[in-house]
T-cell receptor, first 110, second 115 residues
């Protein structure tokens, strides 16, 4: 899809607390929703993804939820650690093209 | 098991020169995507290629930009007569197929600076 909105743009959390990033999309044909983590000057790294036939997926401290009816999907990071500090991008994909949100800069305070 | 390889990592050009960015996909991947990232922004799709074919170049400016993925060798993104506004990070990604649920894995990018 073409339009992916991501909120918030910046997020500061205390170490050990949870962080939640929310995205909305407009293309009802989108069927794949990846999340990427990008540290300064480095490549975007795929950290978790979810397909349209699944409502929730978890991998250790990271979870993603998808609400297809509302066209919302969210990233949840629990027990945050300083190494979680980075920029996080959501994206949706219709066919082959990824459309990215503008990013959320997450800062974990020690 | 090498990932997506891009070179050079950094490229400096003067206005009016040509920039050539290279991308070798992951082993076994025949689908390549180029994205551009301006400072403090998300990545924007530019072009999608398979071997010897451009599938979608809708995100690439019509003038000065071209891309290819030959039968042998890396994919090339070429920018002719560069201008200051071309300064950005250019990322390449690859996937094993073009199906919508296949992950795209990114290279380290080429940071292009125009003097």
């Amino acid at each position: 899809g073409e339009n992916v909105e991501q909120h918030p743009s910046t997020l500061s959390v205390q170490e050990g607390d949870s962080a939640v990033i929310k995205c909305t999309y407009s293309d009802s044909a989108s069927n794949y929703f990846p999340w990427y983590k990008q540290e300064l000057g480095k490549r975007p790294q795929l950290i978790i993804d979810i397909r349209s036939n699944v409502g929730e997926k978890k991998d250790q401290r990271i979870a993603v939820t998808l609400n297809k009816t509302a066209k919302h999907f969210s990233l949840h990071i629990t027990e945050t650690q300083p190494e979680d500090s980075a920029v996080y991008f959501c994206a949706d994909r219709n066919d082959y093209k990824l459309s990215f949100g503008a990013g959320t800069t997450v800062t974990v305070r020690a | 098991n090498a990932g997506v390889m891009q070179n050079p990592r950094h490229l400096v050009r003067r206005r009016g020169q040509e920039a050539r960015l290279r991308c070798s996909p992951m082993k076994g991947h025949s689908h390549v995507y180029w994205y551009r990232q301006l400072p403090e922004e998300g990545l924007k799709f530019m072009v999608y290629l398979q071997k010897e074919n451009i599938i979608d170049e809708s995100g690439m400016p019509k003038e000065r930009f071209s891309a290819e993925f030959p039968k042998e060798g890396p994919s090339i993104l070429r920018i002719q007569q560069v201008v200051r506004g071309d300064s950005a990070a250019y990322f390449c990604a690859s996937s094993p197929s073009g199906q919508g649920d296949q992950p795209q894995h990114f290279g380290d990018g080429t940071r292009l600076s125009i003097l």
